[in-house]
C-alpha cells in the first residue's frame, strides 16, 4: 500500500470522517479498484490517513449504508459488488429475468454438462406421467466478478426433440422453446430456500461450504396446464436480489 498522507484537515471545515470517506473513495479511484475488490483494513487505514480508529470506523459505516464498501466478517471490506435484480413472477429464463442494466453487464453462459438422462425420481415429481428421458443441462452463468449461478434444467426428450443440437454456451432455451417448438408458457411455480450449497455446488460457483445459496426450484407450464420444463438453480446469496411487480385492480 503506497504511504504517501493523503491531505487531511484535522481543524478543517469539512468533518474529519466526511474528509476520510472522500480519501477512501478516492483511493479506490486511484489504485482502479474494482468491485469486489478489497480494500486496506483498519490499521492500515489509520496509518494512511493518520487518524484514529474511531474515525476510519464511522467513515467506513457510512460508506457501507451508502453501498459503496461491504464488509464480509473474517474476511475483510471489500468495493461493493452490486446484486443481480431478478424478477420472481416472470416467465422468462434466467438472463431474459435480469434487470435491463444487468443483461448488459458482462453476463456469460457456460455449459457444463448437456446429456440425455432417463426418468429420475426428482423429475418424475416435476412433470408427472408420460416422459421417460431427459436432457439434463447444467450451465454456469457468470460475469465480469465471476461465477454467481449455476442452473440444472430439464426437457423431455418426447417435448423437444433433437433440443440437445440446439443448446450453445449463451442459447436462450426459452426462445428455443418457443419459437422452434412453438409451446407457449401459461403459468410458473417456483420454490425458494435458503441453503448451503453442496460440494458440487461449490466447484461450480467456487465458493467455500459456508457461502449461503438461494435455491429456486421452478416449473413451467404449458397451455394445457402440463408441465413443459424443470430447473433448479442455485445463487449466491450476497449477489443476487429478488423483487416483485404486480399491478392492482383498482375497480375491486
Do not use: W
Not at 498522507?5 to 483511493?27: C, F, S, T
Request: net charge neutral; proline share 4%; aromatic share 10%.
Amino acid at each position: 500500500m503506497s504511504h504517501e498522507k493523503p491531505d487531511v484537515q484535522i481543524d478543517g471545515p469539512v468533518p474529519l470522517y466526511e474528509q476520510i470517506k472522500a480519501g477512501i473513495k478516492e483511493y479506490v479511484k486511484k489504485h482502479d479498484l474494482k468491485a469486489g475488490q478489497k480494500i486496506p483494513n483498519e490499521a492500515e487505514l489509520c496509518d494512511l490517513f493518520d487518524v484514529s480508529r474511531i474515525t476510519i470506523r464511522r467513515a467506513i459505516k457510512e460508506l457501507v449504508e451508502e453501498g459503496f464498501i461491504e464488509i464480509i466478517r473474517g474476511k475483510g471490506t471489500f468495493v461493493k459488488i452490486a446484486k443481480k435484480d431478478l424478477h420472481l413472477l416472470n416467465l422468462k429464463g434466467f438472463t431474459e429475468g435480469l434487470s435491463t442494466g444487468e443483461k448488459e453487464n458482462n453476463i456469460q453462459k457456460e455449459i457444463k454438462y448437456k446429456e440425455i438422462i432417463e426418468d429420475t425420481s426428482e423429475i418424475a415429481k416435476a412433470f408427472g406421467t408420460g416422459h421417460t428421458s431427459f436432457l439434463k443441462l447444467i450451465r454456469v452463468v457468470k460475469d465480469s466478478h465471476g461465477p454467481f449461478s449455476v442452473d440444472f434444467a430439464y426437457f423431455p426428450t418426447n417435448l423437444y426433440p433433437g433440443i440437445e443440437s440446439k443448446i450453445t454456451d449463451d442459447t436462450s432455451t426459452f426462445a428455443i422453446i418457443r419459437e422452434h417448438y412453438h409451446i407457449k408458457f401459461t403459468k410458473v411455480e417456483k420454490e425458494i430456500e435458503y441453503n448451503l450449497p453442496t460440494q458440487e455446488i461449490c466447484t461450480y460457483l467456487g465458493i467455500s461450504k459456508t457461502t449461503p445459496v438461494i435455491l429456486v426450484k421452478k416449473v413451467i407450464y404449458g397451455t394445457y396446464g402440463t408441465p413443459v420444463h424443470y430447473s433448479r438453480y442455485y445463487l449466491i446469496g450476497e449477489r443476487v436480489k429478488f423483487f416483485i411487480d404486480a399491478e392492482y385492480d383498482v375497480s375491486q
